[in-house]
C-alpha cells in the first residue's frame, strides 16, 4: 500500500514537473545581470532612442511582466516596432542576449533557443516624450 | 476563367475549397485591393489548426507545393491587416499628407505616433489610405519565420500560384498591380513577412 502511495506520488510529482517545464521555458525569475548594451532602429525619423529607453533595472522588469508567447502569437497580435535596445543577461549561469522593441515585444536567446515576450502593461517602461 | 460562386468561394481546378467560418468575421462589403502574407509556420495543417478554433487568418492559403486552398468567403471579413494602419501619404507620396497635423502626430513618441496615424489614417478612404479588413482579401503562403528578421523564402512553385490567384483576383474585382500590398507594408509586422512574394 504504501509502495504504491508512493509510485503514485512521484509520478505526480513527475508530470507536474515536466507540465513546469513544457509550459515555461525561461524561468525569468532566474534571469540576472541584465544590461543594455546598445540602441538600433531600421527607421532614425520615426522611432527613436527616447521610445525605447529602459535602464538595466527596467529591461529586467520588462522580463518579469511580460508573458511568454509563440511566433505566431507575435506575428498575429503585436505591432512589430522599427527600433529596439540589446543586451545581455545571465540565465542560470549561462550568458544570454535579449532585445525590447518600442512595441512592448521582446526576446531572450540563450544559444540555439528563443524565446519570445509581449507586455501588455508595460507602458509606464515606454512613455517616450514628445521631441517637440 | 475562374468564377465566383453565390457563397463568394472562387470555383476553379486550381482552388480546394477549405471554408473555417471560425476566421469570417461579418460582411466584407467590397474588395478593393488584396494584401499578401506569410503564416510564421512551417506547414500548412498548423495554420488550418488554427483556424478550426477561430483566429485572425486569411481568404486564401497557398501552399509550398503550390496548392491554393480557399479558407474564407470572399463576402466576409477576416482579421488580417493588424490592429494599427500605417501612413500611405507618408510612405508613398509624401505630398499628399496634411503635413500640419502629420507634423504634430510625428513629434509623438512611437506608440503614441502610431495610434494617432492609424486613426488619422481611418478618417479616409480607400486607396487615399492602405486597405483595410472591410476591403481586402487575404492571401496567406506557408513560411515559418527563420530568424527574428526572416521567413523562409517563397517556393517557385507558391510564387506560380500566386501569380495566377492574384490574376484571377484583378479581373474578377477590377484590381491591378498597384492595389496588392505585402503584409508589412501596410501595418506594424517584422519586415520580413512575404518579401519573396511575387506578382505581376
Redesign the interface.
Known amino acids: 500500500m504504501e509502495i504504491r502511495f508512493l509510485t503514485c506520488s512521484l509520478i505526480f510529482t513527475l508530470t507536474l514537473t515536466l507540465t513546469a517545464c513544457a509550459t515555461s521555458a525561461i524561468d525569468v525569475h532566474a534571469i540576472s545581470d541584465v544590461y543594455v548594451t546598445d540602441f538600433n532602429s531600421a527607421d532614425k525619423e520615426h522611432c527613436r532612442r527616447s521610445d525605447v529607453d529602459l535602464s538595466h533595472s527596467q529591461a529586467r522588469d520588462f522580463f518579469l511582466r511580460a508573458k511568454q508567447v509563440d511566433r505566431q502569437i507575435l506575428h498575429d497580435h503585436y505591432n512589430y516596432a522599427p527600433c529596439y535596445i540589446e543586451g545581455i543577461l545571465k540565465y542560470r549561469s549561462k550568458s544570454c542576449d535579449w532585445e525590447i522593441r518600442a512595441g512592448a515585444t521582446g526576446h531572450i536567446t540563450c544559444g540555439d533557443i528563443t524565446e519570445y515576450f509581449a507586455c501588455d502593461n508595460c507602458d509606464d517602461l515606454f512613455s517616450s516624450k514628445p521631441t517637440q | 476563367m475562374s468564377t465566383i460562386n453565390q457563397d463568394g468561394m472562387l470555383v476553379d481546378a486550381k482552388v480546394i475549397l477549405r471554408r473555417y467560418p471560425g476566421i469570417e468575421h461579418g460582411k466584407l462589403a467590397g474588395v478593393h485591393a488584396i494584401v499578401v502574407h506569410q503564416t ?2 512551417p506547414t500548412a495543417q498548423q495554420t488550418f489548426n ?1 483556424y478550426i478554433g477561430g ?2 487568418g486569411a481568404h486564401f492559403l497557398i501552399d509550398k507545393n503550390g496548392q491554393i486552398y480557399q479558407t474564407a468567403s470572399m463576402h466576409k471579413r477576416c482579421f488580417h491587416v ?3 494602419l500605417k501612413s500611405k501619404c507618408l510612405t508613398v507620396n509624401n505630398k499628399i499628407c496634411d503635413s500640419a497635423s502629420m507634423a504634430r502626430i ?9 495610434k494617432a496615424i492609424d486613426s488619422n489614417e481611418r478618417a479616409k478612404d480607400y486607396p487615399a489610405r492602405y486597405p483595410v479588413n472591410s476591403d481586402s482579401v487575404a492571401i496567406e503562403l506557408v513560411g515559418a ?1 527563420l530568424t ?1 528578421k526572416t521567413y523562409e523564402a517563397v517556393t517557385s512553385l507558391q510564387n506560380t500560384s500566386h501569380q495566377w490567384l492574384v490574376g484571377e483576383l484583378y479581373t474578377h474585382f477590377s484590381l491591378g498591380v498597384g492595389d496588392v500590398y505585402r503584409h ?1 507594408e501596410i ?5 520580413g ?1 512575404a518579401s519573396t512574394a511575387v506578382w505581376k
Not at chain 2, 501595418?187 to 519586415?191: A, E, F, L, R, T
Open positions: 510564421d509556420a488554427a483566429s485572425v493588424g490592429p494599427l510625428l513629434a509623438k513618441g512611437w506608440t503614441s505616433q502610431i519565420g527574428i508589412p501595418s506594424y509586422k517584422n519586415p513577412e
